[in-house]
């Protein structure tokens, strides 16, 4: 996913982690006051992660292409986030 790529290479500070809520990864600004300092995380470059399943990638291009093949298709159908009440696709 190109857009990830962009993200880490960025200046600003990403973070993907794991929303229990919705089952989903998900990738947002560092939010100090709702994480802990970021050194403190594994990273791919700008883009800091909390979940151990995503460290158990050995670099970048893996976790892109396993993000690639699981919301890839979804995205295609014009979907983009959860519903955090109905946990459908929009």
């Not at 794991?18 to 560092?30: F, Y």
């Not at 990273?43 to 995503?54: C, V």
């Not at 670099?59 to 009440?85: A, C, E, R, V, W």
């Amino acid at each position: 996913m190109i857009f990830l790529f962009e993200l880490s290479n960025n200046t600003q500070v990403y973070f993907i982690t794991l929303c229990r809520d919705l089952d989903e990864i998900i990738i947002g600004l560092h939010k100090p006051s709702a994480y802990a300092p970021i050194h403190m995380y594994p990273r791919f470059g700008n883009l800091y992660y909390d979940d151990d399943k995503i460290g158990l990638f050995e670099n970048f291009d893996d976790l892109s292409n396993h993000l690639t093949k699981k919301y890839l298709p979804i995205m295609k159908q014009g979907n983009y986030s959860k519903n955090i009440d109905t946990l459908i696709w929009e």
